[in-house]
């Protein structure tokens, strides 16, 4: 995949859904997506693990408005800093995008047209009088419908939250507040964070924007459907048994489930507002976006200590030591006792796996013995239920 955007004759974005129909006509107009290629050796962009909050000014292209929807969230904000283009074209590039797609996506539940617009305005005007808000100042950015977002609606796709407006943001969202994104939009998802595909009583179904047949996955399948077709460059999502994984891989989009308790999950739902903080294993707060460095600089962005989640701990957020392949030592495996695994995934792992051995790193093929999933998970379950 290519975080830059080379093509001289990127004329338009996405014309008609679903995108796969888009793809075969002309395969470099979405070569933002992940699954669209190998990443271009001639890119100037540092390697992953490098980009921080602080990052140095990257060489990129003046855009056109209309690859704006397609360009990573770090790239637009760089675009913005330099003045190459403002916030508000930003801002108006998406929301025309929304208003194209949304209607057979079904990706965004809650649009904040006004307050966006405002918002954009102002970071301009900042950016005239010497001022930044920090590394996504004037960058839209949507959020799953399960984080509070103050003075906007937030349902988590159920009944009883269906007029819910938090008067405080959830942790991760004011940080992304604090770094200058400027809130779009909630995006839709499963009742509860509670399916492994995105319905609920309040918004109709959302849509795979490959193949509108089909679903975009779940919990978050908004979020990852809303970023595969330029409706948001960044979206943040949570994950404790696939609901950002699996999205991900259904739209084709980068997803991070990060390590427990590096991100705060004060703010998000489940539990209901009002209920005693219960879910305190493997439920995490993680992002979607169609570039890596837009992961990770999300990542920096959002992890750390917080006095609202004291089970947080304050651990630093270090670059990799520089270890070289040959120190490093991978384990995996591409079977799954109680899910079957399709042909073309085990192959792609298996090239993978290949191709990292010949590389130089140790690899070994390996399954937890006597390990079942559906025990241990209603087990968690049941420990859960006890402590409420």
């Known amino acids: 995949m290519s975080d830059t955007n080379n093509s001289d004759d990127r004329k ?28 271009n050796p001639k890119s100037k962009l540092r390697p992953f693990g490098k980009l921080r909050a602080s990052q140095a000014q990257l060489p990129i292209q003046n855009p056109k408005s209309n690859d704006l929807v397609f360009l990573p969230a ?22 025309a995008q929304i208003a194209k797609y949304n209607s057979q996506l079904n990706a965004i539940c809650t649009l ?20 930044s808000w920090g590394a ?13 977002t103050a003075g906007l609606r937030t349902t988590a796709g159920y009944i009883p939250l269906k007029d819910y407006i938090p008067q405080q943001d959830a942790t991760a969202v004011a940080r992304l507040r604090s770094a200058g994104a400027i809130i779009i ?9 509670g399916d492994y595909q995105s319905t ?10 490959w193949n509108l047949d089909c679903t975009a996955g779940g919990s978050s399948g908004g979020s990852a459907a809303a970023v595969a077709a330029g409706l948001s460059p960044l979206d943040l999502g949570n994950d404790i048994a696939g609901s950002v994984r699996q999205p991900a891989h259904f739209c084709g989009v980068y997803g991070l489930k990060p390590t427990d308790r590096r991100i705060s999950t004060a703010g998000m739902i489940p539990e209901t507002p009002g209920m005693p903080y219960s879910l ?53 495996s591409d079977e ?23 590389a130089g790193v140790q690899i070994d093929r390996w399954l937890p013995p006597n390990f079942d999933l559906s025990y241990e998970f209603a087990k968690c379950l049941l420990q859960i239920v006890r402590h409420e």
């Open 185 to 193: 939009a909630k995006t839709n998802m499963a009742e509860l964070a």
């Open 136 to 148: 996504l100042h004037g960058v839209p950015v949507t959020i799953k419908d399960i984080f509070a």
């Open 74 to 95: 770090y790239q637009l904000a760089q675009t913005i800093r330099d003045r190459n283009v403002s916030a508000v074209e930003v801002l108006e590039a998406h929301l």
């Open 112 to 131: 904040d047209e006004e307050n966006a617009r405002i918002r954009a305005k102002q970071a301009d005007e900042a950016l005239v009088r010497g001022e």
């Open 280 to 332: 305190r294993q493997m439920m995490t707060v993680g992002c979607f976006a169609r570039s890596l460095f837009d992961i990770e600089l999300c990542f920096s962005l959002i992890a750390g200590a917080d006095l609202r989640r004291p089970d947080v701990p304050p651990v630093p957020l270090d670059s990799p030591a520089g270890k070289s392949l040959q120190e490093l030592k991978l384990a995996w």
């Open 200 to 209: 609920n009583s309040l918004f109709p179904r959302v849509n795979n924007p």
């Open 12 to 39: 338009k974005v996405v014309s008609n859904l679903p995108l796969q129909e888009e793809l075969s006509k002309n395969p470099s107009e979405l070569q933002a997506l992940p699954s669209q290629g190998e990443a």
């Open 336 to 358: 799954w006792a109680e899910v079957p695994v399709s042909s073309e995934i085990r192959a792609a792992m298996g090239a993978i796996a290949q191709k990292l051995s010949l």
